[in-house]
């Protein structure tokens, strides 16, 4: 998984095919993998509050780009996190001469080295696949501020070699994924919006749009990227149109620190 995600960043930054496709299909070219929109970017911003006051960590943040954008779109300050050394590599040199808001760094997720409530908002976007959910969603909670929030979007879907018919299809609900069932084992307070027309919608473009980029990305000597990008759609596409599939926005929301009469 590192060796595809190495040679991602390594070619998206300069693909312009990639950059086509990203531009047709997301709305707007951050280099993206996966099936978040800018819609969705959009949302996060608005559902977290983010603003020059935010202190945000994301998670998974590839070479930055999206990171970025939140940081620009709402003057915040944005951290993000990537376990490919070659990715970080880049999203310093792209903004080291910028407005001081953006902090990257090689690091895991399931090993933080932050100081505990360091963040206002901390966004996963497909990203609590790659770790072990219990210990790293604990880990991420310490390192939110009282009153903060951790949005996450998370995908549980049939996988290519599923057999669909005795697929459980309870896992397309919110509370019945992993990270439903663990969030209501740790007494979280959280809420959920369902994404599944959306990424069924985005699959759709994918598959109409690929077509025409083909032979651009082989000319680049990026075919790799139109195979893992036309792979994941009709992966989706199989699991979304039979109802085997649930892709959720969650806000999980960390306590507010209670006032004791004795500090009030």
């Known amino acids: 998984m590192d060796e595809f995600y190495t040679r991602f960043y390594q070619a998206v930054e300069t ?16 280099c993206q993998h996966g099936f978040a929109d800018m819609a969705h970017l959009d949302e996060i911003i608005l559902r977290t509050g983010m603003s020059p006051a935010t202190q945000v960590l994301d998670l998974g943040c590839g070479n930055g780009m999206i990171a970025e954008y939140f940081s620009d779109t709402t003057g915040a300050h944005v951290t993000g996190i990537d376990n490919i050394p070659c990715a970080i590599e880049r999203a310093l040199s792209r903004t080291r001469a910028g407005h001081g808001r953006l902090d990257f760094a090689v690091m895991d997720m399931g090993s933080l080295t932050f100081p505990p409530a360091s963040f206002d908002v901390i966004v996963s976007i497909d990203t609590l696949y790659f770790t072990d959910l219990r210990s790293t969603l604990t880990g ?9 929030t951790l949005a996450v979007i998370y995908d549980c879907s049939a996988m290519p070699h599923d ?3 005795s697929y459980d299809r309870r896992a397309n609900l919110p509370q019945y994924n992993p990270l439903g069932l663990l969030l209501d084992e740790l007494g979280l307070r959280w809420q959920s919006r369902e ?3 959306e990424v069924l919608a985005h699959v759709r473009r994918r598959l109409a749009v690929l077509p025409t980029l083909e032979q651009q990305y082989i000319t680049e000597g990026n075919q790799f990227l139109y195979e893992s990008h036309l792979a994941e759609a009709r992966g989706m596409e199989r699991a979304y149109s039979n109802h085997a599939g649930g892709r959720h926005l969650y806000l999980i929301q960390q306590e507010a620190q ?5 500090s009030a």
């Open 140 to 148: 991420l909670l310490a390192l939110l501020k009282p009153g903060g």
């Open 163 to 165: 057999d669909l018919q």
């Open 195 to 197: 994404l599944n027309a």
């Open 15 to 30: 693909s312009s095919a990639n950059a086509a496709f990203c531009e047709a299909v997301y709305g707007r070219n951050l």
């Open 258 to 262: 209670s006032t004791s009469p004795e």
